[in-house]
């Protein structure tokens, strides 16, 4: 599998695997953003699911894939911090926040910034056609965080916070897609980096979660039975999610990934209405069939 992900690295055949992969990223990671601000506690949510991932890829990182080589211990170290704050961040903006809310200005801000790293750190340049497919995009992100707002019922009171946590969200997701790319593309073996990196990541969240559980009223702690289904659940998805994106990121542009992979906004609407209660209408759909205009416009404006 590694021998075929290196060989395909910079061709046309890598390029469409990499569009393939960015969009399965999209509609997996909308699943694991309803996952988490679903039924449970986000914090608590978000730990089942880090442990959940962290020993499922153990054994895999210490005993399948290549050891890591000595240079990568500190870009481990790094990626470690950039996601452990992401991660605070976005639980906290999902307490503050309606789902519908937060999730499209995190997706919105991400992609701009992104692409803005991905020149910095890799020299990639848009073309003036991508860049309107950008604007397309965030128009209809930020059009639909705006609507959502405005139509808003729960947790007003707690709107400026979520809107504010959200935005500082955003530019972590930025930041750990440009770093993790930079990452992935520093060893050898693209499997070696996933493995050690679910590994190390999925042992911080659930000792908060866990000292957040215990402090909860008895009859107010959740069922762990239930919640590990969760984390389980989720761990599996972000095994797909996160490892999709990171390889579209070694065989293709970080910064058309980054976009592509934010029409995960138009997935998460349709979650929030179908599984979570919440509504739709004709302007909605308007605005999220900007976004998925723009993703196009992105793609089909490459050079």
């Known amino acids: 599998m590694s021998d075929w992900i290196l060989a395909a690295e910079g061709t046309e055949a890598g390029h469409r695997i990499a569009l393939m992969l960015a969009i399965m990223a999209a509609v997996l990671h909308a699943v694991f953003g309803a996952l988490q601000k679903g039924r449970h506690d986000p914090w608590l949510t978000r730990g089942a699911i880090d442990i959940s991932y962290g020993v499922m890829a153990a054994p895999v990182a ?7 080589e000595p240079h990568m211990w500190i870009i481990f170290a790094t990626a470690w911090v950039i996601h452990v704050v992401y991660k605070l961040l976005q639980a906290w903006a999902y307490t503050k926040g309606a789902f519908t809310v937060v999730y499209p200005v995190v997706r919105g801000t991400g ?5 803005f790293g991905a020149w910095i750190v890799f020299g990639e340049v848009f073309t003036p056609v991508q860049w309107l497919g950008v604007a397309v995009l965030l ?7 705006l609507y959502n707002m405005r139509h808003l019922v729960a ?6 916070a979520a809107l504010g946590l959200a935005v500082i969200t955003g530019l972590f997701v930025a930041l750990y897609t440009t770093y993790d790319a930079y990452g992935i ?3 050898a073996d693209p499997f070696t980096f996933l493995a050690w990196f679910f590994m190390i990541d999925g042992f911080v969240m659930p000792l908060i979660a866990l000292r957040r559980w215990t402090g909860m009223p008895p009859d107010l702690r959740p069922a ?3 919640l590990m289904l969760r984390g389980f659940l989720g761990g599996i998805i972000a095994f797909f ?3 999709a994106i990171m390889l579209a990121t070694r065989l293709d542009k970080v910064g058309e990934a980054a976009v592509l992979r934010e029409t995960s906004t138009v997935f998460a609407a349709l979650i929030g209405v179908v599984f979570l209660k919440e509504t739709v209408g004709p302007r909605r759909v308007a605005l999220m069939t900007l976004i998925a205009a723009g993703a196009v416009i992105v793609e089909m404006g490459g050079t």
Request: net charge positive.
């Open 62 to 68: 210490l005993f399948v894939v290549p050891w890591p």
């Open 111 to 115: 992609p701009l910034f992104a692409v």
């Open 139 to 145: 128009s209809g992100i930020f059009g639909l965080a």
């Open 155 to 160: 947790a007003r009171e707690t709107l400026h």
């Open 185 to 187: 593309r520093a060893t």
């Open 224 to 226: 762990p039975g239930p």
């Open 241 to 243: 999610s996160f490892g």
